[in-house]
């Protein structure tokens, strides 16, 4: 695999995330700068900029449908309308920063993970309340759903990724092998791997069982974030360094390192299709790529 740069957007802050739209027209990225803007692609045009979050915008993603979702440091998660104007649905039952979100496949399920040390479950248009999940000890980095809609995994500064039950509302298991904060978690396409990337510079192989397979390192290299590709071959990490990883997980190699960024990569995300490829970074751009297989 191959990345070939075809866009570089920019923010007024750092950029904390992107989203492709279903059909992989429209791109939606998330900053510090307290909005959303929306891209037309291919040509990367300007088209619109989602306001009304009080404070920097932590995730963004699309929902099946064309809605978009935001979540934020304000403590609020919003449904915007595909096309912008005012937010559709706003939920701020979070008690502090909310750090990360995340959408079910088919959008009827939202989570997030915030400051306040928990996990929440929505309705996915309405974001009705539907759970609140405690455990962690400290802050939650990341959060992931199973395309199978059945369970949820959890990252947290407390060096442990919480699995969970979506039926019952309750713990599967505590993962416990990273020594220092887990920054993201991701599940397989297939449901049959979850991916764990840490403060350590390790990204942990997990079934979905959570029983740990093995260890891909880079030592001293803080990873920030994760995500496998739609076929499933290729884990994609973003690290402090700037550089995007790109990891052969069956082989366990590393395939490509790649200087994408000055610095920190908060967000790794593909379009539906595989094709391309945008990363979001602390220094207030977010690049997109075109993804060569090879």
């Known amino acids: 695999m191959r990345l070939e740069k075809l866009l570089t957007l920019t923010h007024g802050n750092s950029a904390y995330g992107a989203a492709f739209s279903p059909q992989g027209d429209r791109l939606a990225t998330a900053s510090l700068d307290n909005t959303v803007k929306l891209w037309s692609l291919p040509e990367g045009s300007h088209n619109g900029t989602l306001k009304g979050h009080g404070d920097g915008v932590a995730f963004v993603t699309y929902l099946p449908d064309g809605h978009i979702v935001t979540a934020s440091l304000d403590r609020t998660l919003k449904v915007w309308p595909a096309e912008g104007g005012d937010p559709r649905n706003v939920n701020s039952g979070h008690q502090d920063y909310l750090s990360c979100a995340a959408a079910s496949r088919s959008g009827n399920l939202l989570v997030s993970g915030s400051f306040d040390r928990t996990v929440r479950t929505f309705d996915g248009l309405s974001l009705n309340t539907v759970a609140v999940l405690n455990g962690h000890e400290a802050t939650v980095q990341s959060v ?116 994408a960024h000055q610095n920190t990569i908060y967000g790794v995300t593909f379009s539906a299709d595989g094709t391309r490829l945008a990363s979001s970074g602390f220094d207030r751009t977010i690049c997109v790529w075109r993804v060569i297989a090879e």
């Open 144 to 259: 992931a759903i199973s395309n199978s809609e059945q369970r949820i995994a959890s990252a947290s500064d407390d060096l442990s990724i919480r699995l969970w039950d979506v039926a019952s509302r309750s713990p599967i298991k505590t993962l416990n092998g990273h020594s220092r904060a887990v920054e993201a978690v991701a599940f397989a396409p297939d449901d049959k791997l979850l991916a764990s990337a840490g403060a350590d510079g390790a990204i942990k192989l997990w079934t979905i069982d959570g029983e740990l397979l093995d260890s891909l390192e880079t030592p001293g290299v803080r990873l920030k974030s994760a995500v496998f590709s739609p076929d499933g071959r290729w884990l994609v990490s973003g690290a402090a360094d700037g550089a995007l990883r790109v990891w052969d997980h069956a082989a366990r190699q590393l395939a490509l390192t790649l200087p």
